[in-house]
């Protein structure tokens, strides 16, 4: 029972480097999303999707890319990394992205250095 | 503005202590949920609770019980009898409507550490 997967679970970076994360789930959930965790400030909300072809924005969606061209899958691009962007990623579904109600299910995180 | 408070940075407590946790949180829904969320050392997220805003019934499940108050829009966790395996970072959050479903807005986190 794989539930939500991401790779890589290390990866380091430099300045102006793109590179993609990358997370699966295996539960048929619509709502994913991504966070990411900064000491201090816990998990804010990179961008979201509630089905295939349908994502937005969270509270920091600047210098990432999502998209969502199937269900199980849902990439996070980063267009050219800041060292601002060091930080733990995580990927989170829900069977119920509207609205209000769906508890989220997490992969394992993904830590990000940009040197 | 901030949306989910956890004003509580970090608790030390000694095993059996109670101890609760902080959440308070600023929402203009009338319909909402509000979660908790368990981060222990390895790292992983581990769903506590959900509670939506017309249930204000306290809920207990073993050592844990929960506290909403909609006059006061908190939403406290207190463990009763703690022990080291309650070291961990707990968050609260709360689920607020977007243009495409829900996103769910999670406090700083406070810092639980539980001493033997």
């Known amino acids: 029972n794989a539930g939500v997967t991401q790779t890589p679970k290390f990866q380091v970076l430099k300045t102006g480097q793109s590179m993609t994360l990358q997370c699966a789930q295996d539960m048929n959930h619509e709502y994913m999303s991504w966070y990411r965790q900064d000491p201090g400030m816990g998990l804010r909300l990179i961008h979201y999707?509630?089905?295939?072809?349908?994502?937005d924005q969270g509270e920091v969606p600047n210098g990432y890319n999502v998209s969502r061209s199937t269900t199980e899958d849902f990439p996070l691009r980063l267009l050219s990394a800041a060292p601002s962007q060091t930080s733990v990623y995580f990927c989170?579904?829900?069977?119920?992205?509207?609205?209000?109600?769906?508890?989220?299910?997490f992969g394992e995180g993904s830590r990000l250095t940009v040197l | 503005a901030q949306k989910v408070t956890q004003a509580q940075t970090e608790i030390s407590v000694v095993e059996k202590e109670d101890v609760t946790l902080d959440c308070v949180y600023e929402t203009r829904d009338t319909t909402y949920y509000l979660f908790w969320y368990k981060q222990p050392p390895s790292g992983e997220l581990v769903f506590l609770i959900r509670?939506?805003?017309?249930?204000?019934q306290n809920e207990i499940s073993g050592r844990y019980s929960w506290n909403f108050q909609k006059s006061t829009s908190s939403f406290n966790f207190t463990i009763t009898a703690s022990q080291v395996v309650d070291s961990a970072v707990y968050f609260c959050a709360l689920s607020e409507a977007a243009e495409y479903g829900n996103k769910l807005v999670f406090g700083a986190g406070t810092i639980l550490r539980v001493k033997s």
């Open positions: 989170a579904s829900s069977y119920d992205g509207l609205p209000y109600t769906g508890e989220l299910f």
């Open positions: 999707s509630v089905g295939a072809g349908i994502t």
């Open positions: 509670r939506n805003s017309f249930d204000e």
